[in-house]
């Protein structure tokens, strides 16, 4: 007997609404509480050096960098650069000398541009000032708790790993579309990084924290490997694992904001990770689709409701008793997803009606990130496509011109 094609089409359609109904339960089950805290056994302490590259002022900018001054870490020396010699940044660092003399604080103005990605260049400028054995990054919106250090350079006293790195939450400063960008981080961002790692994908590295020896650095070829990479906290645990070294996803989740004020300014950012997300991995960018579950919701509940006739009910009814299955496990699911991501119970009501305008955003987003072969990076236009030429040690990604 031949299947026709218009039935083969309706049991696809299908499949991607269970699909995405399973992936919001396994992603519920795979995130964390925030809060939640892993016990690190310490087996001696190494000295550390912090590079925090800076660009601009930032509504919580003196805030988060305090964070960093707070550590108990017994020794650390703290390294932020700027390649502006007028650059806002600089009164903010000014304060934080003022206010923490204990502190080791040290200030780059260093205006050369090395390549492509001026936040590489910055590094490159910044690691000629670095003094310790272990190298941590950290974007500039990033806020930790006091035990960060220590936590995060634990897993490096194994010869095997290579870069630490850590996930982390988003909060929102300002109204609106920032409650809706934290909900890309909160809800999609940390959940699908999660679900990778529980299948033992280990193919990541984030600019909220990427800790490494000064050996493994200069192993890959220094900063300099990256300078003309559009996604270089990635590439710079790529190039660690190509060496055979291991990437270690912390228990330590850090905290950034989240502050653009339009609909535009959050179109661009996230426009950004999700095409910078294709560029290094396409399969894994094409199987996103999958991850935004209330747009499958919609579609299962309206096939759903469509078969609910006496004789289309008689017709498919194994289809129509699993759409309608898949629909309300989903929603369960996804409200799950919601409560496991909020930080308390007034987040998780007040965002509650956020969640089905976050997934149908992302993916149209998703489709929008499909095509293009730029991104906007604070103001500056950067290209996508790559081509990889291979260097002495590494692949590295060198962006068309």
């Not at 995405?20 to 089950?29: D, E, H, L, S």
Request: charged share 15%; with cysteine.
């Amino acid at each position: 007997m031949t299947v026709q094609p218009v039935v083969l089409l309706e049991w696809l359609v299908v499949a991607f609404c269970c699909a995405a109904t399973v992936y919001a339960g396994v992603a519920a089950v795979a995130m964390p509480f925030f809060g939640k805290r892993a016990a690190v056994r310490h087996v001696g302490w190494t000295s550390v050096s912090v590079l925090k590259p800076l660009c601009g002022i930032e509504p919580r900018l003196y805030e988060n960098l305090v964070t960093f001054c707070e550590q108990v870490h017994p020794c650390f020396q703290l390294l932020f650069g700027v390649s502006s010699p007028v650059d806002p940044a600089i009164a903010v660092v000014r304060r934080l000398q003022a206010a923490y003399p204990h502190c080791d604080i040290e200030l780059v103005i260093d205006s050369r541009v090395h390549g492509s990605n001026l936040k590489v260049s910055n590094l490159i400028n910044m690691a000629e000032r670095a003094r310790h054995e272990i190298i941590v990054l950290a974007d500039s919106d990033i806020a930790v708790e006091p035990d960060y250090l220590d936590r995060v350079t634990a897993p490096l006293a194994d010869p095997d790993t290579g870069v630490v790195t850590c996930l982390y939450r988003a909060q929102s400063v300002g109204g609106f579309w920032p409650r809706v960008g934290a909900l890309f981080i909160n809800e999609w961002f940390a959940p699908s990084v999660r679900v990778a790692h529980a299948g033992g994908s280990r193919r990541f590295g984030f600019g909220a924290t990427l800790a490494l020896r000064r050996a493994t650095l200069a192993g890959i070829g220094g900063f300099e490997a990256l300078k003309d990479c559009l996604a270089d906290d990635y590439w710079l645990a790529e190039h660690a694992r190509v060496l055979g070294l291991n990437t270690v996803l912390s228990s330590v989740m850090v905290a950034t904001d989240v502050i653009e004020p339009t609909f535009a300014t959050l179109w661009l950012r996230e426009m950004r990770w999700l095409r910078t997300i294709r560029s290094v991995n396409p399969s894994g960018f094409a199987s996103l689709c999958i991850t935004f579950t209330t747009p499958w919701l919609l579609i299962g509940a309206l096939f759903a409701v469509s078969l609910s006739g006496t004789e289309a009910v008689n017709a498919h009814p194994v289809m129509a008793l699993t759409l309608w299955t898949s629909t309300l496990t989903g929603i369960i699911a996804r409200i799950l997803l919601h409560a496991r991501s909020a930080r308390y119970s007034r987040s998780f009501w007040h965002d509650l009606p956020l969640v089905p305008l976050r997934d149908m955003l992302l993916a149209l987003q998703w489709l929008g990130a499909a095509f293009g072969s730029h991104v906007v990076w604070r103001g500056a236009r950067m290209p996508v496509v790559n081509r990889v030429t291979q260097t002495r040690t590494s692949i590295v990604e060198i962006p068309d011109r």
